[in-house]
């Protein structure tokens, strides 16, 4: 609490209310005190905010998020893994008519390293001046939307949008999440940087050990196989597809 002077009062009741007067002008007000809190978003992502504590000395835990950060972004590499069912969306067993070529169904991880370049070269000094969270969160928010877009591409056949959220928006996570692990992880180990470097990267590099064979379990749970309607069946030509007469209806077909 401040001091201040009380002036010349008369009565013990003036004197009171003066004391009164001059507690209440010390106190801070409201928006002081929010302030003082940093409760605000910008505050929340300040560079100062990524800056550990000085009673934090434990440089080996840095390690393990760094590593995650790059396993987690090293899921591309299993893309692989998932374009070839993607040429059979229809056809199951083989492409039908109406199926992406393997042509289109790579593109996406191409187009994805793409911007990854970019995104890292073009967002350089603008990762320097916000700090290591706020670019990991917005590389968290365009990784995994794109992901979710190009989920919605898949389940609507729309190629577009694998292209604008796997290869446009994944790449750009990609790309501002790949140096600030690296980096962060160097300051803690300059006498090290090698090994710091060395394990992070070890992360993203082993993405397809994890994604990979997550991608096949996830595939065969969900994929719905074809009937098998046997080798005597007629069909009719349409716009070079096959169709048969099931239940009274047209249904498409194909030969495996």
């Known amino acids: 609490m401040l001091l201040c002077r009380a002036p010349a009062l008369r009565s013990v009741a003036s004197m009171r209310n003066a004391a009164f ?6 106190l801070p007000s409201k928006l002081n005190v929010s302030q003082q809190r940093n ?3 910008s505050n929340i992502f300040s560079p100062e905010k990524s800056v550990a504590s000085p009673n934090f000395t434990n440089r080996w835990a840095m390690i393990a998020p760094a590593f995650l950060t790059h396993l987690c972004i090293g899921a591309p ?3 692989s ?3 070839g069912p993607l040429t059979r969306g229809s056809g199951f067993v083989c492409s039908a008519a109406d199926d992406w070529t393997m042509t289109s169904a790579t593109a996406p991880m191409s187009i994805l390293f793409a911007f990854h370049g970019m995104s890292a070269a073009l967002a350089g000094k603008w990762q320097m001046k916000v700090g290591t969270r706020a670019t990991i969160s917005a590389a968290a928010l365009s990784f995994g939307g794109g992901f979710l877009l190009s989920a919605v591409g898949v389940a609507t056949h729309n190629i577009g949008l694998v292209y604008l959220g796997y290869g446009v928006l994944g790449g750009i996570g990609l790309g501002l999440s790949y140096t600030p692990p690296i980096q962060t992880l160097i300051e ?6 090698g090994l710091a470097s060395g394990l992070t990267i070890m992360g993203f590099g ?3 050990l994890l994604f990979a064979p997550a991608a096949g379990v996830l595939l065969d749970k969900f994929t719905r196989l074809p009937t098998y309607l046997g080798t005597a069946v007629d069909t009719v030509t349409e716009n070079g597809r096959l169709y048969t007469e099931i239940g009274g209806k047209m249904m498409e077909v194909v030969y495996a």
Do not use: D, N, V
Request: hydrophobic share 45%; with cysteine; glycine share 4%.
């Open 188 to 193: 803690w180990f300059p006498e090290k940087k």
């Open 77 to 79: 590499y299993a893309w």
């Open 81 to 83: 893994a998932m374009s």
């Open 206 to 208: 082993s993405g397809a």
């Open 39 to 41: 409760l605000s978003i």
């Open 21 to 26: 007067r001059c507690i209440a002008s010390s």
